[in-house]
């Protein structure tokens, strides 16, 4: 629960930073009709999202699912002349239906989701080839005696490593896939430096979920460009920009055992008996460390940062993530120095002029 906090902070901080920065605040939309009102007219949109839960839970695959949602979808647009894929004029007559058929919603849709679907299934094809020639040479079972090989026993590395693992695995495969072959090639190494056994798995499912917005072939933002128009790679970019701070959180709970206390294990196995002290303390150092991360990699906190303040904010970030006190202390005492930057000096125009 925990890590999906901190994931979802990381995310928030970035998006908000950026509203901040670019004065998103300041921009008027015409505001056409209230959220309740178009739920109150269109409801039958959502069905399609229902329906390819219903469809699974009554035992079809998951490709059929969606086929089948697909036709609710198609059906349910009838339920307003408005929103039909196909002109009511059609069924009454009216016009060539030649010109009815080609002209239409569901003509449009069709072009649409085929142009949308050619950028995501070159991303896959790619994909595919570097998880089969991993998976068929045989490589793959190797990582775990490569990785310590490598990391000669350091913890960190050894860390690293498994990240990039789980990263290059993920790239083409489903979460779920990736974390099952991951499990079995990566986490033993981790295992062998004495990190426990929970903490590994969750190390590698975590990076397993972030495979989806990872480039070079992030999946989920291939698909969401598809469906917004944007340019693919570009929004790739930009997600894996926003998801960055969250990328550190998993080091947390493998490199010091305090870190546990983020997936709400204390000094004790127990949950009833565990230390809620260190976990709420870890929780805020992580919470700290996130937004400093935030801030760096934005130049921005309490207005735009100078790259002294940014450099300190990374520093920072960083420090908070590696759960040692000493670690702790010199990020704490570095983003208060960056916080009374921002509060007491005045920021400079690029000729050096203060900002008024």
């Given amino acids: 629960m925990i890590p999906t906090l901190l994931f979802y902070l990381a995310l928030f901080l970035m998006v908000e930073i950026d509203a901040r920065r670019y004065g998103m605040g300041n921009v008027a939309f015409d505001k056409v009709d209230t959220v309740w009102n178009l739920s109150k007219r269109y409801w039958f949109h959502f069905l399609s999202l229902i329906s390819i839960v219903v469809f699974m839970l009554w035992g079809f695959s998951p490709v059929l699912s969606v086929f089948w949602a697909t036709a609710v979808a198609f059906a349910t647009s009838f339920l307003r002349p408005e929103t039909a894929l196909i002109s009511y004029d059609l069924f009454r007559g009216k016009g060539s239906a030649k010109d009815h058929l080609l002209n239409s919603g569901f003509a449009k849709?069709?072009?649409?989701?085929?142009?949308?679907?050619?950028?995501?299934?070159?991303?896959?094809?790619?994909?595919?080839?570097?998880?089969?020639?991993?998976?068929?040479?045989?490589?793959?079972?190797?990582?775990?005696?490569i990785v310590i090989d490598y990391a000669a026993g350091s913890l960190l590395l050894t860390a690293l490593f498994t990240s990039l693992v789980v990263w290059i695995v993920g790239l083409a495969v489903p979460v779920t896939a990736s974390y099952i072959i991951c499990a079995v090639i990566a986490a033993p190494a981790l295992i062998k430096?004495?990190?426990?056994?929970?903490?590994?798995?969750?190390?590698?499912?975590?990076?397993?979920?972030?495979?989806?917005?990872?480039p070079p072939t992030a999946l989920s933002p291939f698909a969401a460009a598809a469906i917004t128009g944007g340019d693919p790679y570009k929004t790739t970019l930009q997600c894996w920009k926003y998801t960055v701070p969250a990328f550190l959180v998993p080091f947390m709970f493998v490199?010091?055992?305090?870190?546990?206390?983020?997936?709400?294990?204390?000094?004790?196995?127990?949950?009833?008996?565990?230390?809620?002290?260190?976990?709420?303390?870890?929780?805020?150092?992580?919470?700290?460390?996130?937004?400093?991360?935030?801030?760096?990699?934005?130049?921005?906190?309490?207005?735009?940062?100078t790259m002294l303040e940014r450099c300190m904010l990374i520093a920072a970030g960083f420090a908070l993530v590696y759960p040692t006190a000493t670690a702790d202390v010199v990020g704490f005492v570095l983003v208060a120095a960056v916080l009374a930057m921002q509060w007491w000096m005045p920021a400079r125009k690029p000729g050096g002029a203060p900002l008024r």
């Fill in 109 to 145: 849709a069709m072009e649409g989701g085929a142009l949308g679907m050619l950028s995501v299934g070159a991303t896959c094809a790619g994909a595919g080839i570097i998880v089969g020639v991993v998976t068929l040479t045989g490589l793959g079972l190797k990582f775990s005696t």
């Fill in 193 to 214: 430096l004495g990190v426990p056994d929970f903490a590994a798995h969750m190390f590698i499912f975590y990076y397993a979920v972030l495979s989806e917005v990872s």
């Fill in 255 to 305: 490199l010091d055992p305090s870190g546990q206390g983020l997936l709400l294990m204390g000094s004790m196995k127990a949950l009833a008996a565990a230390n809620w002290f260190s976990i709420a303390e870890v929780t805020l150092t992580a919470a700290v460390g996130i937004a400093a991360l935030a801030g760096g990699f934005q130049g921005w906190v309490l207005r735009r940062a």
